[in-house]
């Protein structure tokens, strides 16, 4: 907008002193802005006096008879009669003669003829006549205009451009994206509506997605409930159990669903405290001991370090990463804690089969499984791992995935120490 509102105002400023140069030395000559006689008069004479060639009597006479020659007002005054301001009385003594135009648009010339005898002649501009300054200003308001529409004309264009984007909504809820000139006055708000845009087609195949993952996640458990509700099982028998943790499945991927649009939507207000993040680690591991880790070997291994971050979020991302592990792990998990400049690392390794190269960029969409598996054992939404990456967005830290001395995946969250601090 500064640079719009800049280029408006030298626009108008220039075009003004333009127009106005330019119509003025059209309509108004130099006969009607001042007499040629005046300057030449006033060097003439202040010669004279100068050199005292001839006195102060006959220059009164010369001047008497060339001021009735060119209808000209001749008076003679002291110069203490006068009541000059002092500068100006300091100049006629220095250039002998002074150049004055009154209010009343009277045009006098002050000669010294010696240091207190002045003579001052007097001649009266021509005004430009009522039809000129009518004709003057109605030309210079229409070559104004002009100008102005040759300015506007390319921000009425992409004004326009960007009228006809906002209506050209397709089916898919993608807007068509506006082309602009960089040179374009309104490139930046055509750079904002093309994010806009893009962010609005994400958000609605984000929608569309989950809309999808709902119903395919949730055909599966049904199937199996539906199934085994075709013969009442007798309580606490084998297909009892199954149909409970049927619904259990179910109501852990509706809760998972539930965080992801909310994080998705909005950005919380972070509870930061200080938090030592060696000891979030092994409450996490010791929570999932006895049910995802009851398998598996589970180390925690580093110094305590400090971290102003929410608690809450950070163990959020830390126990999804660990989920995330344990249904891939065969025998082993390890979580390794380190500080590098000014960085502060936390490494989860497993030993399965880990990721390969080209999905690592993929592994944090949501919705995204690089196995396909959905079987009671590794099943889940897919949106464990993008919690996960907001997570880290909100504290400005990173999330990637690097091949674990384990021979499996390493999960790497990173914090910027300093950051967080201040």
């Known amino acids: 907008m500064a640079r719009l509102f800049l280029s408006l105002y030298l626009f108008i400023a220039l075009s003004l002193v333009g127009l106005g140069a330019a119509l003025d030395k059209l309509f108004f000559t130099d006969e009607q802005t001042a007499s040629p006689w005046l300057k030449n008069y006033a060097l003439?004479?202040?010669?004279?006096?100068?050199?005292?060639?001839?006195?102060?009597?006959?220059?009164?006479?010369?001047?008497?008879?060339?001021?009735?020659?060119?209808?000209?007002?001749?008076?003679?005054?002291?110069?203490?009669?006068?009541?000059?301001?002092?500068?100006?009385?300091?100049?006629?003594?220095?250039?002998?003669?002074?150049?004055?135009?009154?209010?009343?648009?009277?045009?006098?010339?002050?000669?010294?003829?010696?240091?207190?005898?002045?003579?001052?002649?007097?001649?009266?501009?021509?005004?430009?006549?009522?039809?000129?300054?009518?004709?003057?200003?109605?030309?210079?308001?229409?070559?104004?205009?002009?100008?102005?529409?040759?300015?506007?004309?390319?921000?009425?264009?992409?004004?326009?451009?960007?009228?006809?984007?906002?209506?050209?909504?397709?089916?898919?809820?993608?807007?068509?994206?506006?082309?602009?000139?960089?040179?374009?006055?309104?490139?930046?708000?055509?750079?904002?509506?093309?994010?806009?845009?893009?962010?609005?087609?994400?958000?609605?195949?984000?929608?569309?997605?989950?809309?999808?993952?709902?119903?395919?996640?949730?055909?599966?458990?049904?199937?199996?409930?539906?199934?085994?509700?075709?013969?009442?099982?007798?309580?606490?028998?084998?297909?009892?159990?199954?149909?409970?943790?049927?619904?259990?499945?179910?109501?852990?991927?509706?809760?998972?669903?539930?965080?992801?649009?909310?994080?998705?939507?909005?950005?919380?207000?972070?509870n930061v405290a200080e938090v030592p993040i060696r000891s979030l680690c092994q409450a996490q591991v010791d929570k999932l001991a006895n049910s995802h880790l009851k398998k598996l070997a589970v180390t925690v291994t580093g110094n305590e370090h400090l971290l102003w971050v929410d608690g809450h979020l950070v163990e959020r991302?830390?126990?999804?990463?660990?989920?995330n592990a344990s249904r891939y792990a065969k025998q082993q998990i390890d979580i390794r804690i380190s500080e590098h400049q000014g960085l502060l690392t936390v490494a989860i390794h497993d030993d399965g089969h880990g990721i390969a190269q080209a999905e690592r960029a993929q592994i944090f969409e949501p919705f995204y499984r690089p196995d396909g598996d959905r079987d009671r054992k590794r099943g889940g939404a897919g949106l464990g791992l993008a919690i996960v990456r907001r997570v880290q967005l909100w504290h400005q830290g990173s999330c990637a995935i690097e091949t674990s001395y384990l021979g499996g995946a390493c999960f790497v969250l990173t914090y910027p120490i300093e950051a967080q601090i201040n």
Do not use: C
């Open 317 to 323: 991302a830390i126990t999804n990463i660990l989920l």
């Open 44 to 270: 003439s004479l202040a010669q004279l006096s100068a050199s005292q060639e001839i006195s102060a009597e006959e220059a009164q006479e010369q001047l008497q008879a060339l001021a009735k020659q060119s209808d000209i007002t001749a008076e003679f005054a002291s110069l203490d009669d006068l009541y000059l301001a002092d500068d100006i009385q300091q100049y006629l003594q220095t250039a002998g003669y002074l150049e004055l135009v009154d209010s009343e648009n009277k045009q006098q010339l002050l000669v010294l003829l010696n240091n207190q005898q002045v003579m001052v002649l007097s001649s009266q501009v021509p005004a430009p006549a009522a039809g000129s300054l009518l004709l003057y200003s109605a030309l210079f308001f229409l070559l104004f205009g002009i100008l102005l529409s040759f300015w506007t004309w390319p921000l009425w264009r992409d004004l326009s451009a960007l009228q006809s984007a906002s209506h050209s909504l397709k089916k898919d809820g993608s807007l068509s994206e506006l082309q602009l000139n960089r040179r374009s006055l309104i490139y930046p708000i055509a750079a904002s509506f093309n994010a806009l845009a893009k962010q609005i087609k994400s958000l609605l195949l984000t929608q569309k997605e989950l809309t999808g993952a709902v119903a395919h996640e949730f055909r599966t458990p049904l199937a199996r409930l539906k199934f085994a509700l075709a013969v009442p099982p007798a309580q606490d028998s084998t297909e009892w159990l199954a149909m409970s943790q049927d619904l259990d499945e179910l109501e852990r991927l509706v809760q998972e669903m539930l965080d992801y649009a909310a994080m998705e939507s909005t950005e919380p207000e972070l």
